[in-house]
């Protein structure tokens, strides 16, 4: 069953360093999107990606952020410095189309400790 | 914000139907249903959806009212492995991003 992949599993980084999350989406997946999850808190959207453009972003994605689609295979989260309240799970997702009757898949997530 | 009310916690006994309500009352008729779960912090494991009939898959049931202002997620048959948070969501047909919007979710314990 094709399914995301999200690498690294645990990142640690200091403040103020630059960290790239890569996720490899399901392979015929149009739409590709980050979440994350502070500890104890809820999922937040972050971004959504789609022909090479950003559709839509939350609060959350400031200038600090980036994503790109390098090549045909991978999705990346950049975040620029990091500071410390952006350790946190993130969650790279995939689906067929933006639409409601589109299901997301969800990777098993990266989890970043910023010291 | 979350357009979903659901309970903060349920239990349900392993072997037993797992039934999870969950009350969206401001839904537009555009808008579909969808119940993701997440165990421990793994990534949301995607469920069911649906707009007006009722579902099924080999993973769960979602029975929708008839005015959709409530739905149920039921799991038929529980198993310890279903312990975890579910989050009822809706979700617009035409949204531009399509983002899913999360709430704080049903934690749902299985016991033996």
């Known amino acids: 069953e094709p399914e995301v992949t999200q690498t690294p599993s645990h990142q640690v980084t200091q403040m103020g360093q630059e960290v790239i999350l890569r996720c490899v989406p399901i392979?015929?997946?149009?739409?590709f999107y980050w979440y994350r999850q502070i500890l104890g808190q809820k999922v937040e959207f972050l971004v959504s990606?789609?022909?090479?453009?950003?559709?839509?972003k939350s609060e959350i994605f400031d200038d600090q952020f980036s994503v790109e689609r390098p090549d045909g295979s991978n999705f990346t989260l950049k975040i620029r410095s990091t500071k410390l309240e952006d350790s946190a799970m993130y969650f790279c997702?995939?689906?067929?189309?933006?639409?409601?009757?589109?299901?997301?898949?969800f990777g098993p997530g990266t989890r970043l400790t910023v010291t | 914000d979350a357009k979903t009310t659901q309970p903060p916690s349920m239990d349900c006994a392993e072997g037993r139907a797992a039934n999870l309500p969950c009350n969206h009352s401001?839904?537009?008729?555009?808008?579909?249903v969808y119940w993701y779960r997440q165990i421990h912090s793994q990534g949301p494991q995607y469920i069911i959806h649906?707009?007006?009939n009722n579902e099924t898959n080999e993973m769960a049931s979602l029975i929708i009212t008839e005015d959709r202002k409530s739905s149920t997620l039921i799991l038929p048959h529980a198993t310890l492995r279903d312990t975890a948070v579910y989050y009822c969501?809706?979700?617009?047909?035409?949204?531009?991003?399509?983002?899913?919007?999360f709430g704080q979710g049903t934690e749902l314990s299985v016991k033996p």
């Open positions: 997702a995939s689906s067929e189309t933006s639409g409601g009757n589109s299901e997301q898949y």
């Open positions: 392979s015929n997946h149009l739409y």
């Open positions: 990606f789609y022909n090479n453009e950003i559709s839509e």
């Open positions: 401001t839904i537009s008729g555009n808008e579909y």
């Open positions: 649906g707009l007006k």
């Open positions: 969501i809706v979700r617009v047909a035409n949204n531009q991003g399509g983002k899913l919007i």
